[in-house]
């Protein structure tokens, strides 16, 4: 029997991401229009024939019981037309590949300016302690009040989408006892702990602020007044809301 781990690389151990990165990594590497091995095309059918099998759970589990036998047949006229088959094959799963991988790229792009402006603005707030709302009329302090609500709903929504994208829900301990969770492979931990993250992280990058403005000359180094942690409080969702739609004015720019 072939040893279909052996032709990705790996061991009866390996998890299915660990089986999709290797035939990715090896399907590109041995591709017959990128490789110049003259047994590529070989490799390619190989390795290619091994991530079918083990990709399915069922082949894979009738495989590792010794019980799967290789019932595909050639029905191609040659053996390069076997090649072509499998290279539109991989061609398709490349362009899903590519298409999942802009995906990921614009989430992640959207977690990091989601959160990356709310610490920051937090720190500089502490830094700096704008005076803007002391010197503002009562018109001015409305706007800034509502543009920081405004900004608080628009935080509020994308961090649960982040959130959500990104973190496993832990159900309680009753539903835990009659079932068991699998913890998904693409998102790395739990809901506690993202909020444990984001509310550690606002807290530090306050403390960090504080701290760095007691080495800045000027008012900079006055103590925290009440209206700089009202500050810290209302200029960081409007930050976000700003750093939001400089995005999707670019978002619709691009389109253009």
Known sequence: MTDLYGNLGLTPRATASEIKSAYRRLARKYHPDVSASPDSATRFVSISRAYEVLSDPRRRAAYDSGQYTDSQRTFYASRQAEVVAMQRH???????????????????????????????????????????????????R?????????????????????????????????????????????????????????????????????????FVPGRYGAAVSFSTLIGALVYPPIAVLIIGGIRRIGGLLDRV
Request: charged share 20%.
């Open 142 to 214: 409305v706007v800034i009040l509502a543009l920081a609500l405004y900004g608080l709903v628009y935080l509020m929504k994308n961090l649960s989408v982040v959130l959500s994208r990104y973190t496993y829900h832990i159900p309680d301990h009753l539903t835990s006892v009659f079932r068991e969770q699998e913890i998904p492979e693409d998102k790395p931990i739990s809901r506690k702990a993202g909020l444990i993250f984001l509310v550690c992280g606002y807290l530090v990058s306050i403390g960090l602020g504080y701290v760095v403005s007691k």
């Open 90 to 140: 991989f061609d398709r799963i490349v362009d899903e590949w590519l298409a999942r991988e802009r995906q990921e790229t614009a989430a992640r792009s959207h977690a990091v300016l989601i959160v990356v402006p709310l610490f920051l603005s937090a720190f500089y707030v502490m830094v700096s302690k704008p005076t803007i709302i002391e010197e503002s009329r009562f018109i001015g």
